[in-house]
């Protein structure tokens, strides 16, 4: 005998939740999460991640070597070739390899010339990079810009801290970039993630590395707070701008001298990424293998730990700094 349920019946208890609809159906029930809810796994998410950054090398991260937290997607993974755009974008990207290991490289490979043979073109830049240093020139220029620059404010400086007497125009101008600052500092902090979840990075057991990481997260950090300090000190508004567009100029001037010198010589890039950077788990043998080698590695690895973790503090704290600044600023200047 076969018995039927009313239509109607059958439309009800589908609507009150008594027939599943999805019942033999080789399908997960994605579980539903409230805003709130996500919002309150972020925060953990963000305390992990300066811990991970605390406890991990100077240059090799390992962050992305292990599952972060539940859910993600496992460790990074070799994606297979790549084109010869991608690979002078990750030597670009590296903040390991800056004017330090530029030159580095045309000491060791580039004096060759062998991308200016195949092309049958002679570029200058190339040449005068390592008969002249030209990317530790830029590097000396940088240093000697924003010192002449922080020099002069502070011999401009009146001695007064806290006098609340400018007026509302150079008020709203100090909120306005410790808003900006405060919105670039988030950015910062994810520079540092990005770089050290490259499929391959610069060789990590040299000196020249260090430095370029530290003159790629310090300097940047630096020129973020002299700004803001050159803003709260000055009482001219186009004073203001004018010094705070010179401390940005100052920062990607080594950016901009790799991004020129590699649009004219692509090849380099792709030589470099090819023979001279390599996996993390190669990084990790090679640094290894040094620091047991070389005493004088070792020491100096030894010396950077606690200039390292404080920057990474201070990159962790800059937001903090800023948002205090939003509110401080105008009430002091």
């Known amino acids: 005998m076969i018995v039927r349920i009313p239509s109607n019946s059958y439309s009800r208890e589908v609507e009150e939740g008594k027939v599943d609809m999805r019942a033999g159906r080789d399908k997960k029930?994605?579980?539903?999460?409230s805003y709130w809810m996500n919002i309150c796994e972020a925060f953990p998410l963000v305390c992990k991640s300066f811990k991970l950054k605390m406890i991990d090398h100077l240059l090799l991260g390992g962050e992305h070597a292990r599952k972060i937290s539940p859910g993600f997607s496992s460790p990074i993974k070799d994606e297979g070739e790549i084109t010869p755009d991608e690979k002078k974008e990750i030597v670009k990207a590296s903040p390991s390899f800056g004017m330090f290991s530029l030159f580095k490289y045309h000491v060791k490979h580039g004096y060759k010339n062998q991308e200016l043979k195949e092309n049958n073109k002679i570029y200058c830049s190339h040449i005068f990079s390592l008969l002249l240093a030209l990317p530790i020139l830029v590097f000396i220029g940088q240093w000697l810009l924003y010192s002449a620059l922080v020099a002069d404010e502070v011999k401009s400086f009146n001695g007064t801290i806290c006098g609340n007497t400018d007026t509302i125009e150079n008020k709203m101008m100090i909120s306005g970039i410790s808003i900006i600052y405060f919105v670039r500092s988030f950015f910062l902090w994810d520079n540092i993630t990005n770089s050290i979840s490259l499929k391959k990075m610069n060789k990590v057991n040299s000196f020249t590395s260090i430095l370029d990481t530290f003159q790629e997260f310090a300097f940047t950090l630096v020129v973020?707070?002299?700004?803001?300090?050159?803003?709260?000190?000055?009482?001219?508004?186009?004073?203001?701008?004018?010094?705070?567009?010179?401390?940005?100029?100052?920062?990607?001037?080594?950016?901009?001298?790799?991004?020129?010198?590699?649009?004219?010589?692509?090849?380099?890039?792709?030589?470099?990424?090819?023979n001279i950077f390599v996996s993390y788990e190669e990084n990790k043998i090679l640094l290894e293998e040094r620091q047991e080698e070389d005493k004088c590695f070792r020491c100096f690895s030894y010396f950077i730990f606690i200039p390292y973790k404080l920057l990474i503090l201070a990159l962790f704290l800059f937001p903090f700094f800023c948002f205090f600044m939003i509110f401080a600023g105008p009430t002091c200047k």
């Open 224 to 274: 973020y707070g002299a700004n803001i300090w050159v803003v709260f000190v000055e009482e001219d508004i186009q004073n203001m701008i004018l010094n705070s567009l010179a401390m940005e100029f100052l920062m990607v001037l080594d950016n901009e001298f790799e991004e020129l010198y590699f649009q004219y010589v692509p090849g380099s890039a792709e030589y470099i990424y090819d």
């Open 29 to 33: 029930v994605i579980e539903k999460k």
